[in-house]
């Protein structure tokens, strides 16, 4: 936890969804998102971008998924930045 401890942007694997983990991706070194949010949140860090999605994943499962930990960070009263990692986008370090 403290290599990742205030750092500003935490780029991390997001590639599952809970029903799936248990299923699909138990010992693949895959990350469900909720985990990789929970990871972020015990870190403190500044933002964190969601990447490596399933690549069956649309855009829209992209969008939900993103618009779920903002919801969540939200409802924890967290100010943590998070966007999803996509094709052209950058973060300012």
């Known amino acids: 936890m403290q290599l990742l401890a ?49 690549q069956e994943r649309t855009d829209d499962d992209a969008d939900a998924i993103v618009a779920d930990a903002r919801a969540r960070l939200a409802a924890d009263g967290s100010d943590m930045r998070c966007e999803m990692a996509r094709s052209g986008a950058s973060w300012t370090i």
Do not use: N
């Not at 248990?22 to 969601?50: I, K």
């Open 6 to 54: 205030g750092v500003d942007w935490l780029l991390h694997d997001a590639e599952y969804l809970p029903e799936e983990y248990e299923q699909f991706a138990r010992g693949w070194g895959h990350a469900m998102y909720l985990d990789t949010l929970r990871l972020a949140r015990m870190a403190g860090v500044g933002g964190l971008v969601l990447w490596h999605l399933d």
